[in-house]
């Protein structure tokens, strides 16, 4: 530290500081360039597939080489599930990611992250303390009749500023920026899960509805059926036997109503959770019944690596994965002096503020020994770094894995769709011949109950069929990255810009 009212010639120290700093500033840069590197990824193994659907255009895969600043991407689009045309389900993913608990939290987690951003920005200016002290004392030397007072005042401020000369403090910051990245990220995997997850119970609420609507048609059914058997009895046209197997096929019926009303009820309440209303509040909200949805076309799936684009939890790694390499970089800075400037200004007296006093400091403060501590740190979060890349590299594989499985379960559900909506037609066929001739009396009761319960089993599975196909396809949609838009009024300020990386270097 040197200070203006020292005693001495102090010219030399400029000079000093300056050839000290181009003498490191050599060896830093070195160090600092090996973590200016882009986020790598090996996608040679991957070959290109999703053949079900266009391929986007090759311009879109440009985009992966914008972002490698760490600015944070655009999020465009109208949200998936408006594909399906269904005004009662947009109102209600809307109204869940509004007002979904998980999503509020993961809110907070962007406002924490914009608080540390600003924390690291704080580090580049000076601060000013101030600081104010008044003494009394009292001295009681050993003869009582003599007692000396003292009253010192001082009043004054200081000023201190670091010279980031090896980017230590833009390293920081930097890495506070790709942590706000990945918050925002995490914040919209967390709205693409949500959505996905009301489109699922939605569906599912309305297959249960269907059901027991379709439990009920099917009750009113057999009782006809019972009724004619009966009436076909008392003609002495069959046997007790007949009545007392439409009888149990009723009772069969309706053993399966109270099931579908406690599963329809569970998915209710659960679906009161996803949106934070209070229970019985998606009950009253639903509108009349409807069937169930074709799903929409397939959506575009591109080339594999266009995930790396569009998945919220890929860019949160990649974000994370950037943050750790400016981590790097700040470890690597630390191993070099830190370069302080400041000044003090304090007014004293007893108590009268009659004296002032003036410094003006410069100080180089750095390691000599630390037993490797700092070599060691910078090892480790390079490993860091690394192991990040690793799985990255498996939620990428993993990501690829999910998509061709949704677009197999899809194709073959829909194809299994196909196969027994022929089979229903069919059945009815069937069921029709068999109560005609039965009501004529061309044949005995056993026919007509096997085709009755065929096709009122046939009826259930297509309805479970469906849903599970409406299902895959969400999957689908979910494992492509949405798209899952911003809301206006919840968009985050997330504009933020790393500096260019030759700004790192002295």
């Known amino acids: ?35 200016e590197r882009s986020i790598p990824i090996k996608t040679e193994s991957v070959q290109p597939s999703f053949k079900e659907s266009p391929q986007r255009p090759a311009s879109d895969l440009s985009k992966k080489n914008q972002k490698q600043n760490g600015n944070e991407p655009e999020i465009q689009g109208v949200g998936w599930w408006k ?22 939290e993961s809110w907070t987690n962007i406002q924490q992250a914009e608080e540390f951003l600003a924390q ?12 104010a002290n008044v003494q009394k004392r009292w001295i009681t030397p050993q003869d009582e009749s003599i007692r000396n007072r003292g009253d010192d005042s001082t009043v004054g401020g200081a000023f201190n500023w670091e010279l980031d000369l090896w980017g230590r403090l833009r390293s920081i910051r930097d890495a506070r920026i790709q942590q ?29 509805r269907l059901q027991l609507e379709l439990n009920r048609s099917q009750q009113d059914s057999n009782r006809t059926l019972l009724d004619l058997t009966r009436l076909r009895f008392a003609q002495g046209q069959s046997s007790i036997v007949d009545v007392l197997q439409q009888k149990d096929q009723l009772a069969a019926t309706k053993v399966n109503a109270p099931g579908i009303e406690a599963t329809l009820k569970e998915l209710q309440y659960a679906m009161d959770v996803l949106l934070a209303q209070e229970m019985g509040y998606t009950e009253a909200a639903l509108e009349s019944l409807t069937t169930l949805p074709e799903p929409p076309p397939h ?75 700092r070599r060691s740190e910078v090892r480790r979060r390079k490993a860091q ?14 990501a690829v894995r999910d998509v061709e499985t ?30 005609n001739r039965y009501s004529q009396g061309l044949t005995d009761y056993l026919p007509t109950l096997t085709a009755v319960v065929n096709e009122q089993n046939l009826r259930r599975q297509w309805l479970t069929r469906k849903r ?34 030759t700004n790192h270097r002295p």
């Open 1 to 35: 530290m040197v200070n203006c009212n020292t005693h001495g010639d102090t010219s030399w120290l400029p000079v000093f500081v300056i050839s000290a700093t181009l003498l490191l500033s050599g060896c830093v840069g070195a160090d600092r360039r090996d973590t």
């Open 83 to 104: 594909q399906f045309k269904d005004p009662q389900l947009d109102r209600f993913i809307e109204t869940a990611l509004e007002n979904n608990l998980t999503i509020q």
């Open 120 to 131: 690291s920005r704080s580090a580049f200016r000076p601060t000013v303390d101030g600081r």
């Open 180 to 208: 706000k990245n990945a918050a925002i990220h995490d914040w919209q995997a967390a709205r693409l899960d949500l959505s996905t997850s009301v489109a699922t119970t939605y569906f599912a609420i309305q297959e249960q």
């Open 299 to 373: 959506p575009e799936t591109g080339a594999p690596t266009d995930l790396l684009l569009q998945r919220p939890d890929l860019l949160s790694l990649e974000a994370e994965a950037r943050s750790v390499n400016a981590r790097v970089a700040e470890a690597i800075a630390d191993r070099y002096p830190r370069i302080n400037f400041g000044a003090s200004l304090t007014g004293v007296g007893d108590p009268t503020l009659n004296s002032m006093i003036a410094n003006i400091f410069a100080s180089v403060t750095g390691p000599i020994v630390d037993g490797g501590l």
């Open 385 to 398: 770094f690394e192991g990040i890349l690793y799985r990255y590299s498996q939620a990428f594989l993993v």
């Open 406 to 435: 949704a677009l197999i379960n899809l194709r073959q559900r829909q194809e299994t769709l196909h196969q027994l909506e022929l089979r229903l037609q069919n059945a009815q066929r069937l069921l029709n011949e068999s109560q």
């Open 468 to 501: 599970e196909a409406l299902s895959f396809y969400i999957g689908l949609c979910s494992s492509l990255g949405g798209p899952i838009p911003d809301l206006a009024e919840k968009e985050p300020n997330h504009k933020e810009q790393t500096e260019p990386s």
